[in-house]
Nanobody, 115 residues
Framework: QVHLVESGGGSVQPGGSLRLSCAAS????????MGWYRQAPGDLREMVAA???????LYADSVKGRFSVSRDVAKTTVHLQMDTLNPEDTAVYYC?????????WGPGTQVTVSS
């Protein structure tokens, strides 16, 4: 079992920045991928960014050059630095952990970009 706790959501004006963090606890596999998905009202959940324990990263085209995903040295916390935010980035952001057949989700944190 893996438990995920997200933090760092909130409201920001267009062009601003936010940093999300997700701490994983429980039975953490030595090889895994952690990342962020988001879901706006009426839309499907979409992948935003992900990072493996080996350091490989993947980004949605819509956030490339604006968002950056990273992990701490212990590799149990993942961060999402979001810069140059725009109203289209408004959504609930969910942390995700994948390892083999395991697939866990955090409860989500709201990010609102509005003037």
């Amino acid at each position: 079992q893996v438990h995920l706790v997200e933090s760092g959501g909130g409201s920001v004006q267009p062009g601003g920045s936010l940093r999300l963090s997700c701490a994983a606890s429980g039975t953490i596999s030595g090889i895994n991928a952690m990342g962020w998905y988001r879901q706006a009202p009426g839309d499907l959940r979409e992948m935003v960014a992900a990072i493996t324990t080996g350091g490989s990263t993947l980004y949605a085209d819509s956030v490339k050059g604006r968002f950056s995903v990273s992990r701490d040295v212990a590799k149990t916390t993942v961060h999402l630095q979001m810069d140059t935010l725009n109203p289209e980035d408004t959504a609930v952001y969910y942390c995700n952990y994948k390892a083999g057949w395991d697939d866990y989700w955090g409860p989500g944190t709201q990010v609102t970009v509005s003037s």
